[in-house]
């Protein structure tokens, strides 16, 4: 089993920043990809990012993309998402997540463990 304990959440200004962590514990080696979803109040679950074991490979939704950075760090089994120029459309419930099998996927059913969600609240 893996444990993921999302952090870093909080209430920010439009055009502000915020930088998520993700801290993952128990058997972590067997985590290929780690990722991000959000969840707005009345809307579905979306994905947000992605990230390969290696760094090498990522993966951003469209409303994300040159504002969010996804990294991790493996030595500490920590991920990270730093979120720039955020927007009141980014409120939301983001939720850490991470999957076993090999190659990014965006479709949150791919994703076997699931941290318990940061609340991220932008204003305008």
């Known amino acids: 089993q893996v444990q993921l304990v999302e952090s870093g959440g909080g209430l920010v200004q439009a055009g502000g920043s915020l930088r998520l962590s993700c801290a993952a514990s128990?058997?972590?080696?067997?985590?290929?990809?780690m990722g991000w979803f959000r969840q707005a109040p009345g809307k579905e679950r979306e994905f947000v990012t992605a990230?390969?074991?290696?760094?090498?490979?990522?993966s951003y939704a469209d409303s994300v993309k040159g504002r969010f950075t996804i990294s991790r760090d493996n030595a500490k089994n920590t991920g990270y998402l730093q979120m720039n120029s955020l927007k009141p459309e980014d409120t939301a419930v983001y939720y850490c997540?991470?999957?076993?099998?090999?190659?990014?996927?965006?479709?949150?059913?791919?994703?076997?463990?699931w941290g318990q969600g940061t609340q991220v609240t932008v204003s305008s």
């Open positions: 997540a991470a999957a076993r099998q090999l190659g990014i996927s965006t479709n949150n059913a791919a994703y076997d463990y």
């Open positions: 128990g058997r972590t080696a067997s985590i290929y990809t």
């Open positions: 990230i390969s074991r290696s760094g090498g490979s990522t």
